[in-house]
């Protein structure tokens, strides 16, 4: 962690966490896995100066710049991806990266490389490509206008029943789902996912920044611990609130939150996380974020479920020109 500190326009001391050199050695070494099992994250070096960083850079600003709302469907046809937007239209992440309407061949490119497999082996063990199944790969990025900030949140439902939902549905959930005996029953669940997810690494998922940035904010040890009453405020639904579920009001929806770190990367260092901790994206006009979200996870087996419709964000994946 670094003691850097810097006043932002906000006006209020962010402090950073930086790559650790005791984490240089390469793979899922004991002192990398013991950090992300402790704190949720770690910062690593594996792709610094590697030649595919300044092209894969270069491509994500091209494909940026593509989904401009001024530039609508003029360079690619964005309808082929998912492209989250923020005020103005303008685009925060962008999904579809692999889809060749996106004339960024890259991507794939780098995403079936031997350095990235060879990565991937190094955290997960020996695997095949036939081994594999394509993890989550998404291109975030800065509005060009407006600063942009995420509500607090885990990824993963933490309250009823823990079922995931998909983007597209209208959830119904009631006060009953958000009660501390629903929460706690299903925090047991996420601990065990936390543990095996560190010791049995069945896939692994990188942040890698393609240019210098500081947008992912989080809260070390909030994957492993129970939520403080103030930390339950922020994760709560206005509407929960107003239904009348149990909490303590403290937070005013823009404060930073105790211990939050922000975690700063150079170009061509990767944040690995463990995603059920507590944290947000915050981006700002005039600073880049061209961060490649990009994994891979083993593959399974023959699944026995029951086809389902797909998410509104991954449906890009079913186009048979994928």
């Not at 937070?251 to 170009?267: F, T």
């Amino acid at each position: 962690m670094s003691a850097d500190q810097t006043a932002s326009e906000t006006d209020y001391v962010i402090e950073y966490a930086d790559f650790n050199p005791e984490h240089s050695a390469p793979g899922a070494t004991p002192e990398r896995l013991a950090h992300l099992e402790e704190h949720s994250y770690v910062i690593i070096n594996d792709f610094v100066g590697n030649p595919w960083i300044p092209k894969l850079r270069e491509a994500g600003r091209r494909v940026t710049e593509a989904c401009a709302p001024e530039n609508k469907y003029t360079t690619i046809d964005t309808s082929k991806g998912y492209v989250h937007r923020a005020a103005e239209d303008e685009p925060w992440a962008i999904r579809g990266l692999i889809h060749p309407a996106f004339k960024e061949p890259i991507f794939a490119e780098f995403h079936g490389s031997d350095d990235f497999l060879n990565f991937v082996r190094s955290w997960c063990g020996p695997l095949e490509p036939e081994d594999l199944v394509m993890g989550g790969m998404l291109l975030w990025c800065n509005p060009r206008k407006n600063e942009h900030k995420l509500g607090w949140h885990r990824d993963t439902t933490w309250w009823g029943t823990g079922r995931e939902y998909f983007a597209q549905e209208a959830r119904s959930d009631g006060r009953e789902a958000y009660s501390e005996e629903a929460e706690r029953k299903v925090w047991e669940d996420i601990l065990a996912r936390n543990k095996k997810s560190v010791h049995e690494r069945n896939g692994v998922s990188v942040f890698l920044a393609l240019v210098d940035e500081e947008c992912h904010e989080l809260i070390p040890g909030t994957h492993n611990r129970w939520r403080t009453p103030f930390e339950h405020d922020v994760l709560l639904p206005k509407r929960m609130k107003e239904l009348g579920v149990p909490h303590t009001p403290g937070w005013n929806g823009e404060d930073p939150l105790p211990g939050q770190l922000s975690i700063r990367l150079k170009a061509g260092e990767a944040l690995v996380r463990i995603g059920t901790n507590i944290h947000t994206g915050h981006t700002y006009a005039d600073r880049e974020r061209n961060t490649l979200s990009i994994g891979w996870s083993k593959w399974s087996g023959p699944s026995t479920e029951e086809p389902a419709v797909a998410d509104v964000r991954s449906a890009w994946q079913l186009d048979s020109a994928v």
